[in-house]
């Protein structure tokens, strides 16, 4: 039997049952929080292997067995297209969620409504698995909803403050408003090639590419550069991630804006409307789109990006803000990887810089979920996230103090850790493809360092009167913390054996340089 | 000033129980009927919340705190999504989603447009309707509860 479903239907079980569970008394919900999504973990782990074993792309049809209807020669059920790169971050997703959900047990032990917290949490979770496994745009669309609605509720979970009401209040608006950019870019594909599946839609779209289509993609990747927080729009951001819960900030800054945001970004570009198909289209002087001008468009925005987003975190004095805007630039790397990718479609560099790109987005998840934990840490035991309060941090939280270095090292690239690997092929990438976008890169990495060790001084500095009598948390606090630093440090010594065995057949199946994605899909016309 | 939790006088509380019953008779029809005619779980949970709105407006907070139990409607509510999961789980055998009871029976397998047809979608219908009665009413619940303004 096919185990894909069950990535689906355990967390949408444990959300719904929650209310239940907590009946039996307030222990139980968060260890049944931490039973599912550990569940999930192992099925997305399933996944992954298989996948990642047979390299080819699943296809799985709700509701009958095969996609296409009866009478008929086109698909009309939703599916499911899960390739490597999908499988790779439902991997990822359900890792560093199921780390939060654990930090959440000691970490949100003193709140109330725990049980409406880790319904939220696994209806969160649930929403990006379904994003990164969808292969019908709609169906896409209402698990983007699920997974934002679910984190506007989460941002002003802990409303006793108004700032994280006001954070969650202006997330709202902001994210309404790039759904229904989203909504209007699908509602456009949909009235002009009547199809919702990804793949045929990319068929049709290469069969005859209008106006709508063009029109359609902007308003897909506007909406979802809003989601991703790219830089003139990434006020939201600043604001949600830092007033959230910060097990849920770690999700957020983790998970939610690359599953929501940066993936779902290359998944309409490759899968849709496919560079390579349109050049090909071209060379034989067909209409086709020149998908050029929108890959400058988002080098464009990752070079803002990650700029200003690793300049302001210099300048923060609250800790989480710090790392919310390092967030930004570190989406400005992962952006870079892409458009490069898509500029350089079809090349060597468009490979490396896809590999880097992808590679990025698993490490960020890794090193953001570290540094938010140490975040929530100072804050579950000092009770600040004030910089200027923290000095001298070092002495009475050594293990803290201590992931913090190497979650710091990491972001930044230094070499022994995973960090590096991936900013490297992005900046080998961008050199290779324009020096000057090299420049820019190692330039918001300048930034980002001076930021990183802004923070690393004042944990080392002179011992303040706040931090006296503090002690390090306990242990289902410390657990997650190890194990994302025994995770970056492993991905640090093995880095180039993860690039070439893992990130690299991800960028080429994503890059699908022989129309894998729709090939996948005719199998079923073709036979049916 | 009127005390907080006032209800709102007779004629509307009169007029509130003639209706709440028809209101909840044609939502319990949509719901019903959801698989064969316009409509469905959604718009039916709906109207029935209306009639639940309905309560708490005319016969105010306090009353409605004895007759509705809050925790009870979020089990309800989880149960609802549990029913509508496991309607979707029955068919897991060959997909997920597949209308096993539509194609193999035993029940919900009539013909098509009569009441007991449509498979699983019968009982999804009332499991969205359960959980869109009871959420909304939970929602609505709050909010009367949590207004904070001064006296």
């Known amino acids: 039997m096919n185990v894909l479903p069950w990535v689906i239907i355990t967390p949408l ?229 830092p007033a959230a819960p910060s097990s849920i900030s ?170 590096f690997a991936s900013k490297w092929l992005i900046y080998e990438s961008s050199a290779m493809y324009n020096p000057i976008l090299a420049v820019i890169a190692v330039i918001g990495t300048v930034f980002s360092l001076a930021a990183y060790t802004r923070v690393l001084f004042t944990f080392l500095g002179v011992e303040s009167e706040k931090v006296k009598m503090v002690k390090e948390p306990g242990n289902a606090m410390i657990v997650p913390m190890l194990v994302l630093v025994i995770i970056i440090l492993v991905m640090g010594i093995l880095s180039w054996q993860i690039s070439d065995k893992i990130m690299l057949p991800t960028a080429k199946m994503l890059e699908q340089l022989n129309g894998e994605y729709i090939m996948a899909l005719l199998k079923f016309i073709g036979g049916g | 000033m009127r005390p907080q939790n006032s209800d709102m006088g007779l004629i509307v509380k009169t007029m509130a129980r003639a209706t709440i019953p028809l209101i909840g008779i044609f939502g319990a029809y949509v719901i019903v009927h959801g698989h064969i005619t316009p409509g469905g779980g959604f718009q039916g949970g709906a109207t029935i919340a209306g009639a639940g709105v309905l309560f708490l407006v005319a016969f105010g907070l306090s009353e409605a705190k004895e007759k509705i139990n809050k925790n009870f409607y979020s089990v309800l509510e989880g149960i609802g999504g549990l029913v509508f999961l496991t309607a979707g789980m029955l068919g897991l055998g060959v997909v997920f989603f597949y209308n096993v009871l539509w194609h193999k029976g035993p029940v919900f397998n009539g013909e098509a447009g009569t009441l007991l047809s449509a498979g699983y979608l019968p009982i999804m219908n009332l499991a969205v309707g359960l959980k869109v009665y009871t959420g909304l009413v939970s929602a609505l619940f709050a909010i009367a509860l949590f207004r904070r303004w001064k006296k």
């Open chain 1, 13 to 241: 079980f444990g959300a719904f049952s929650m209310p239940v569970i907590s009946l039996l008394g307030g222990k139980f919900r968060g260890h049944w929080a931490v039973i599912v999504s550990g569940l999930t973990l192992g099925i997305a782990a399933k996944v992954f292997y298989t996948i990642w074993k047979s390299n080819e792309i699943l296809v799985y049809t709700l509701g009958d067995t095969n996609p296409i209807g009866n009478g008929v020669k086109f698909p009309i059920r939703i599916i499911w297209e899960v390739d490597l790169f999908g499988a790779l971050l439902a991997l990822t997703v359900t890792f560093v969620s199921f780390l939060a959900i654990l930090y959440s047990l000691e970490y949100m032990k003193h709140d109330t409504g725990l049980d409406k917290y880790y319904a939220l949490t696994l209806v969160l979770e649930l929403g990006m698995i379904g994003i990164v496994i969808t292969g019908d745009i709609f169906n896409f669309y209402v698990f983007l909803e699920i997974m934002s609605i679910a984190s506007y509720a989460l941002v002003a979970f802990r409303n006793d403050t108004w700032e994280g009401i006001e954070a969650g209040v202006k997330y709202m608006f902001v994210g309404s408003l790039a759904s229904s950019f989203i909504l209007l870019g699908i509602a456009l594909l949909y009235g002009q090639y009547g199809t919702l599946t990804m793949a045929y839609l990319a068929m049709k779209i290469a069969e005859n590419p209008t106006l709508i289509s063009k029109v359609a993609l902007a308003f897909l990747v506007g909406g979802l550069l809003f989601k991703s927080g790219a830089v003139p729009v990434h006020m939201w951001l600043s604001d949600a991630h």
């Open chain 1, 250 to 419: 770690a999700m957020l800054s983790g998970l939610v804006i690359k599953a929501g945001g940066v993936y779902a970004i290359a998944r309409i570009i490759f899968g849709i409307f496919n560079p390579g198909l349109h050049s090909y289209l071209k060379a034989f002087d067909m209409p086709a789109l020149n998908l050029n001008t929108l890959g400058w468009i988002i080098i464009f925005f990752a070079c803002l990006t990650l700029v200003i987003g690793n300049a302001m975190a210099v300048v923060q004095n609250d800790m989480k803000r710090l790392f919310a805007f390092s967030s930004v630039g570190q989406i400005g790397y992962i952006l870079l990887g892409f458009g490069i990718g898509i500029v350089a479609y079809g090349d060597k560099i468009g490979e490396i810089a896809l590999t880097g790109a992808v590679y990025h987005i698993v490490n960020h998840a890794v090193i953001k979920g570290l540094l938010f934990f140490i975040a929530g840490a100072v804050i579950h035991q000092v009770g600040t996230k004030n910089l200027n309060e923290l000095s001298g941090l070092a002495r009475r939280m050594p293990f803290t103090t201590l992931s913090f270095i190497i979650g710091a090292a990491a972001i930044i690239g230094l070499p022994p850790l995973n960090g």
